[in-house]
């Protein structure tokens, strides 16, 4: 079992940065990547960026120069920078925990940009 909590303030103006963190513990050593996914209202839930044990990281196209996937793992928190902020990323933010045969979630963080 891996619990996770995700945190950060969510609500600004576009062209502007937040951070979320992403705190686990538990089974932490049978993670093998994780990683921030987000849903858009009426859209389905999409990849926003992994990293994996090795350091590996993968972005999606439409965040790639705007995001940044760091980690902790002392702390085993993993952050995800958002900068240059756009309207249309405006979803719920869910920290996610890769093992092998499955995943964990966070409860989902609300990020809204206003234009």
């Known amino acids: 079992q891996v619990q996770l909590v995700d945190s950060g303030v969510g609500l600004v103006q576009a062209g502007g940065s937040l951070r979320l963190s992403c705190a686990s513990s538990?089974?932490?050593?049978?993670?093998?990547?994780m990683g921030w996914y987000r849903q858009a209202p009426g859209k389905q839930r999409e990849l926003v960026v992994a990293?994996?044990?090795?350091?590996?990281?993968n972005y999606a196209d439409s965040v790639k120069g705007r995001f940044t996937i760091s980690r902790d793992n002392a702390k085993n928190t993993v952050y995800l920078q958002m900068n240059s902020l756009k309207p249309e990323d405006t979803a719920v933010y869910y920290c996610?925990?890769?093992?092998?045969?499955?995943?964990?979630w966070g409860q989902g963080t609300q990020v809204t940009v206003s234009s």
């Open positions: 996610n925990a890769e093992l092998r045969y499955t995943n964990y």
């Open positions: 990293i994996t044990n090795s350091g590996r990281t």
């Open positions: 538990g089974s932490i050593f049978s993670i093998n990547a």
